[in-house]
């Protein structure tokens, strides 16, 4: 549908278990943090939906390959697209990568389906759906590329 949303982190200890591997419930954490950082790169967040428009996006299926391990310290890059918008739900697929040796870590994908407050299914606003489809919003307080100071 649109191209993929990329957020950085870097693996905390309390993640990793005795073998300094993460464990397995880590990563739908990392698949929230790169949902939240898709929808605030398009201009809104889950607390707007829920607060404004009484829209909440309920986990109802959750699907993870896992492919490589991650360590205690790796910087790994969360890449999340939307990849299906129907009227009642929404489907995000997720990348976990490792750059500094180009592994592919998981992949992933999330369905939820869109409630009210009273946990009745509901549509999803059209504007948020326009929101989703959108190009992201270019971040003000960023530097040019290449223009960073040293």
């Given at each position: 549908m649109n191209d993929?949303?990329?957020?950085?982190?870097?693996?905390?200890?309390?993640?990793?278990?005795?073998m300094g591997i993460v464990h397995h419930s880590n990563y739908p954490i990392w698949f929230e943090?790169?949902?939240?950082?898709?929808?605030?790169?398009?201009?809104?967040?889950?607390?707007?939906?829920?607060?404004?428009?009484?829209s909440l996006l309920v986990v109802a299926e959750i699907y993870c390959r896992y492919k490589s391990?991650?360590?205690?310290?790796?910087?790994i890059t969360i890449r999340t697209k939307c990849a299906e918008i129907r009227s009642r739900s929404i489907r995000f697929v997720y990348e976990i990568y490792r750059e500094t040796d180009d592994?592919?870590?998981?992949?992933?994908e999330s369905l939820h389906v869109i409630t009210d407050n009273?946990?009745?299914?509901?549509t999803l606003p059209q504007s948020y759906k326009e929101m989703l489809l959108a190009p992201e919003i270019p971040d003000?307080?960023?530097?040019?590329?290449?223009?960073?100071?040293?």
């Open positions: 993929w949303h990329e957020t950085q982190i870097r693996v905390r200890y309390a993640e990793t278990d005795k943090i790169g949902r939240s950082e898709y929808c605030r790169a398009r201009g809104f967040s889950y607390l707007d939906m829920e607060e404004k428009d009484n391990p991650a360590y205690y310290e790796d910087e592994t592919i870590l998981a992949e992933a009273n946990k009745k299914v509901r003000e307080d960023a530097f040019p590329e290449n223009q960073a100071p040293s």
